[in-house]
């Protein structure tokens, strides 16, 4: 009887501090029952109001009378058809909506053509014909089987004297062949190399079917005609397209960075040992991405065993005097 004023003060403290309760399902379901246990003489203690228990029976009923909503429309595309779809019409720039969705079909996705017109529309993809042309990256990987790609590669020595090194490419292995060095490049001095290119190629020459080079003065008929003997067409380069002889841009690129920009070069016959050295290690050990970390004179691609690293011996091997690191297992 003495708990039960300090009990009320308590209730009313926290009716101050509470606006309104928030009630979990089961507190209305509870309180509910208990209405109907509570006299009516201590109804004005109960908090719930029966406008309250009412508006809780109506929003019951009108929950189970009340079916889920489908949205209006076709159902939205799934991502993963959106990301294929995006991707055929990517790896396969010849193929059209109707096309892609034959594909789609075949791999057990059922959906309309004017589907996959609206997911390449909204993505921004042209239709097949603005897209389906041949660039020059695409021809280059289609045929690198047969390519090679000759370039000039340009270095001043510590005198200020201007060094010319020419260099043919196999653009399915990435080997480099510097066929020499000089600094008055004529059109003689060419052709010649390309002979003993052809002499060190031997029987292999018979795999190569193009040779890209620019429209530089140097190549003369001569030239061409040292190739075409042997079946070999020739290519020239778009003026002022690089991107259209890449392979070999991208080794001068590789040379500069790793070699050529990171010491002085004194005069030709310093130049000559210099990449005859590098050569040997970019063809024997330097990996390629395009040949599964593999370097250019790899025949096949080995299996990578797990190597114990506590029983493990990495020897290092200087290349230009330490300039470049080769390193390898210890037998």
């Excluded at 090194?165 to 020499?180: A, D, K």
């Excluded at 990171?262 to 040997?280: C, G, K, P, Q, S």
Aim: net charge positive; proline share 6%.
């Amino acid at each position: 009887m003495h708990l039960s004023p300090a009990l009320r003060h308590q209730v009313a403290v926290l009716r101050r501090q509470v606006a309104r309760p928030d009630l979990e399902p089961v507190d209305r379901l509870v309180l509910s029952a208990l209405s109907r246990l509570l006299p009516r003489s201590r109804w004005s203690t109960f908090f719930v109001t029966p406008a309250t228990l009412l508006r809780w029976h109506r929003e019951l009923v009108a929950r189970k009378w009340t079916y889920p909503k489908r949205r209006p429309g076709r159902p939205s595309i799934r991502a993963e058809i959106r990301t294929l779809v995006l991707r055929l019409a990517e790896e396969s720039p010849t193929w059209g909506h109707r096309r892609v969705q034959g594909e789609l079909l075949r791999l057990g996705y059922r959906v309309a053509a004017s589907t996959v017109w609206s997911i390449l529309t909204a993505a921004g993809v042209d239709p097949a014909p603005r897209r389906g042309g041949l660039t020059w990256t695409q021809f280059l990987t289609a045929q690198a089987e047969g390519l090679l790609a000759c370039d000039f590669l340009h270095v001043d020595t510590i005198g200020l004297t201007r060094i010319y090194v020419l260099f043919p490419m196999e653009v399915e292995t990435r080997r480099v062949h510097v066929l020499g060095v000089t600094t008055h490049p004529t059109g003689e001095w060419v052709t010649q190399q390309a002979r003993n290119l052809l002499l060190d190629l031997g029987d292999r020459v018979a795999r190569f079917r193009f040779l890209i080079r620019d429209r530089d003065s140097k190549y003369i008929a001569a030239f061409d005609e040292v190739f075409s003997a042997e079946g070999i067409e020739i290519l020239r380069t778009p003026p002022r397209a690089p991107r259209a002889n890449a392979y070999a841009e991208r080794w001068v690129r590789t040379v500069r960075r790793e070699c050529l920009d990171r010491m002085l070069i004194y005069n030709r016959r310093h130049l000559l040992a210099t990449l005859d050295e590098y050569v040997a290690h970019y063809n024997e050990h330097r990996p390629h991405q395009a040949r599964h970390q593999q370097p250019p004179n790899a025949t096949d691609i080995p299996s990578r065993p797990v190597v114990d690293l506590t029983a493990a011996r990495v020897r290092r091997r200087k290349i230009l005097n330490g300039l470049i690191n080769e390193y390898s297992q210890v037998a």
